[in-house]
């Protein structure tokens, strides 16, 4: 996940990583920090290498590659 930030980081993202712990906490991290997506990368992400990219306005989720996010965020 980590490695994820520092790539949005170098596309020009403003990122920030909300370390470990239960999801809700980071989520609410999220929505206290004014985030407008959040980048979630638990264990189905990890085995099939993807990500899931959650809009907090519309709740819409799109589980892709980085560089899909990347376009859809651009």
Known sequence: SLKVADDL???GFSVVHAGGGAAKRQFKF???????FV????????ASQTLTLKNLATGE???CSLEQAIEHLS
């Open 9 to 11: 980081r170098h596309q």
């Open 39 to 46: 980048v979630v990368i638990g264990d189905e992400e990890r």
């Open 61 to 63: 989720q799109l589980h």
């Open 30 to 36: 999220a929505d206290r920090e004014n985030a407008r």
